[in-house]
């Protein structure tokens, strides 16, 4: 699949606060995906920006892959310390402790391995591909022939999520990984047949119904995103935005 051209300017334009598509857009539209089995994989590792994406966006599929034996790594690029501009020192720091806490309760609840932080800088991660590209690099390398390297979609709007996303094209192409790249704010600024989405790769990841029941309850593990905080900033992920992943469910571009 050819790299896409960034959406940030897309997702800017769509403030969270207006709520974005609604999923009943989304749904009309689901059956038109094929499915992916996840008996097919051989190996797993999944890669996000920020402590939740690996929840929100493969959560259900990564549990479900270790279900079935097969060994799921998880790669955190950054320790989400910068969800709210303007946070003193020891406000990002406490909020990276946090976030950081969020992932492990998340990954036991799932069945997975602890994941593994990098601490690149949450919101300049795009100034540090080229290093998560080699890290990545020599993670697959060590991996088995045709590993699942599942990253966030490099057209997802965000762009840390979008760094992530071609940095780990980069190292997919260098190891002959599989990459998929799983959307999460591409649900909120996108319409369904938008053009700038590559809707002919699109698959979905065939997760049962007790995975789906283990991603609920660990998303609800990410209580610094989806309440407000001691200062009364509203919540990152508010729950229209948390209902709309949900129902929409996992899908990825192949």
């Known amino acids: 699949m050819s790299a896409p051209t960034g959406n940030a300017a897309r997702f800017a334009a769509v403030p969270i606060s207006g709520g974005g598509t609604p999923a009943d857009e989304w749904l009309r539209r689901q059956d038109t995906f094929p499915s992916l089995p996840l008996d097919q994989c051989p190996g797993l590792v999944v ?6 994406d690996e929840t929100l966006g493969f959560g259900a599929a990564a549990c479900g892959v270790a279900a079935h034996g097969v060994d799921v790594l998880t790669i955190i690029a950054s320790d989400g ?19 950081r806490s969020e992932s492990h309760t998340a990954a036991t609840i799932l069945g ?30 060590g991996r088995p022939a045709g590993t699942w390297c599942a990253a966030t979609w490099r057209g997802d709007g965000h762009p840390d999520h979008e760094a992530v996303g071609r940095a780990a094209a980069v190292a997919t192409s260098r190891t002959g990984a599989v990459l998929l790249e799983y959307p999460i704010w ?12 590559p809707w002919q790769n699109a698959v979905r990841m065939a997760t049962d119904q007790v995975a789906v029941q283990r991603k609920r309850h660990a998303v609800a593990a990410f209580r610094s995103q989806l309440e407000s905080d001691a200062a009364g900033r509203e919540p990152i992920l508010p729950p229209y935005v948390l209902e709309r992943l949900d129902r929409v469910g996992e899908v990825v571009f192949r």
Do not use: C, K, Y
Request: aromatic fraction near 6%; avoid cysteine.
């Open 47 to 52: 890669v996000a920006p920020h402590p939740d």
């Open 81 to 99: 310390g910068a969800a709210w501009p303007g946070l003193s020192v020891s406000e990002q720091a406490r909020l990276e402790e946090s976030r």
């Open 112 to 141: 997975l391995p602890m994941p593994v932080f990098l601490g690149l800088p949450d919101g300049n991660l795009a100034e540090h591909e080229s290093r998560l590209a080699d890290i990545l690099t020599d993670i697959l390398a």
């Open 186 to 197: 591409m649900w909120h600024w996108a319409r369904p047949g938008d053009e700038a989405v």
